[in-house]
Each structure stands twice: as structure tokens, then as C-alpha cells.
């Protein structure tokens, strides 16, 4: 079985982005994700096709093996390297990932001041806005220092949208051939199963780039819904420096702006809130 998405033949590039990231997450082989089969166009549509993950309720350790997992993708990729081979898109938007000398350039000039100068082309920043973010991109070695040096594959759109339980590759492959998912969810709920992995994290719908693992967790913090125990198991398998929570805020304001650009003047508030809380860190 197959997923299959489709859209406008323009929508190519998007589809082919979406396809390379999915690609670099699974090379990396510490959390699943759907593997890409195949991108195109035909008869005029764009289209992109997986694997079909099975969808399966939450299991009692999601949230800790996510965070675990999470932090192993992170650490096993972890280098110098900063950007991505090409632009790409977070959400509908265009991403810029143009490699820069320092990470701290890279998000004032590729994240926070690609979207200020977006907002102001179509006039969706006032006045204190474009004075703040402007504040903001050019304090931004002072508002990032203390951060570690080491850059990592992000998965770069990471919300509740973007992660599920689901059923394991393995399992699927393997071990269930012929039962059905009801069988297995009353083995499972009877404790009578023990043959397969049943419930993983899964990850889709990547933005993709190398940077600051702390970039990671600014869309997790906006529109995550992730409990304490995935943090927990983060912080267990690779701590993050100290201060990670308070520079996160640079980049919940990153997608904040995006939010303000993509969808209207109803994200204006929650820009001029974080923005105003980025300043008082320095």
C-alpha cells in the first residue's frame, strides 16, 4: 500500500523537496519516516508517493521514545555544516538555505530577515515590527551565544501535524503479513503480543536543513503539544546547553513570521509579543 499527494504541475519543486528530505531523515536511521517512491509529473499534475504508515493510537511511551529518538538524529548527524544543497519550503513558503560563515548570519539573514523583508513587501509589518525584527537580526550573535558549535540535520517543520504514531517498518514487512490491525490491537491491549514493534514516532512533511539542534524546538514549542517527558527523554539522551529555552524564541519568532506571511495579520500580535520578549534577553 501507497500514499500518493498531488497538486499543481508548479507544485513540482515542492514535492521534490519534500522527497530529498524525507531521504536524508531516513539515511540517518534513527526515526521513521515514510520512504519515498517515486515524484513526478504526469497529465498534468505534480504528484509525490510513499509508503503508507498505518496511523495507531499512542503508546504509553510515544512521547519519551520521540524525544529519544529525536535527540539521536540529531546527534549521529551532527557536524559543521550549515544550510542545505538548495532552497526549499517550510509549509508553502520558500526556505532560503545559502550556507553562510556562522550560524548566528545564517538565521538573521536566511530565517528572521527573509521574513521581516517579506512581511514588509506585503505589507503585513507595522512599523514597531520591522523596528524590532530589525533589532533582532542584528543582535542576533548576542541573542544565540551560548549555544553549542555542532550543527545537525533538523527535520525544520516539526509540529503536532508533523510527527504520529504509527506502525513499525519492520513489523509491517515482517512479522504481521496477513493480520489484521484489529487482531493486533487486542493482542496488544491483552498483552499477548510480543513479536513486533507495533507503535514508533514517525516524522513527515520535512523542511530540511543543518543547523543549531535548538532550532528544532521552535515550532515544537508554538504548535508541538509535546508533555514533559518528551523533553525529559531529549535532555537524557543528548542534553542541550544551558539557556536553550530562552534562544528557542528566535526561532518560534521565525515561524511566527512565516505564520504572519503565509496566513494574514491574525499572527501581527504573537510576532509583536515574542519579538518584544527576544529584545529583553539582551
Not at 51 to 68: C, H, I, M, Q, Y
Not at 134 to 141: D, E, F, K, L, R
Request: hydrophobic letters at 40%.
Amino acid at each position: 500500500m501507497v500514499f500518493a499527494k498531488s497538486n499543481d504541475p508548479g507544485f513540482i519543486d515542492n514535492f521534490q523537496s519534500e522527497c530529498d528530505g524525507l531521504t536524508a531523515l531516513a539515511a540517518a536511521d534513527t526515526i521513521l519516516v515514510p520512504k519515498p517512491i517515486e515524484v513526478g509529473v504526469a497529465a498534468e499534475r505534480a504528484w509525490l508517493i510513499t509508503e503508507w504508515v498505518e496511523t495507531r493510537p499512542l503508546s504509553p511511551n510515544f512521547f519519551a521514545d520521540f524525544g529519544r529518538q529525536l535527540a539521536e538524529l540529531h546527534r549521529v548527524t551532527a557536524g559543521s555544516q550549515i544550510g542545505w544543497r538548495s532552497d526549499n519550503f517550510v509549509g508553502s513558503a520558500v526556505q532560503p538555505n545559502t550556507a553562510t560563515a556562522s550560524w548566528a548570519d545564517f538565521v538573521a539573514e536566511n530565517r528572521i530577515g527573509f521574513q521581516l523583508r517579506w512581511a514588509i513587501d506585503q505589507q503585513r509589518a507595522d512599523a514597531k515590527l520591522r523596528r524590532d525584527v530589525a533589532a533582532i537580526a542584528a543582535a542576533m550573535p548576542e541573542l544565540l551565544a551560548g549555544r553549542a558549535d555542532d550543527t545537525s540535520l533538523l527535520h525544520g517543520d516539526l509540529w503536532s501535524g508533523n510527527y504520529l504514531c504509527g506502525s513499525g517498518r519492520h513489523c509491517e514487512e515482517r512479522h504481521c503479513e496477513g493480520r489484521h490491525y484489529e487482531e493486533r490491537d487486542r493482542e496488544e491491549r491483552d498483552g499477548e503480543c510480543h513479536d513486533y514493534d507495533s507503535r514508533v514516532p514517525v516524522i513527515l512533511d520535512p523542511a530540511v536543513y543543518y543547523g543549531c539542534r535548538e532550532a528544532e524546538f521552535g515550532m515544537l514549542k508554538l504548535f508541538g503539544s509535546c508533555p514533559p517527558e518528551f523533553y525529559d527523554a531529549y535532555q537524557s539522551t543528548w542534553p542541550l546547553p544551558d539557556g536553550w529555552q530562552r534562544r528557542t524564541n528566535v526561532y518560534v519568532l521565525y515561524h511566527l513570521l512565516n505564520h504572519l506571511n503565509l496566513f494574514g495579520g491574525g499572527y501581527l500580535a504573537q510576532c509583536h509579543q515574542v519579538a518584544s520578549e527576544i529584545l529583553r534577553m539582551k
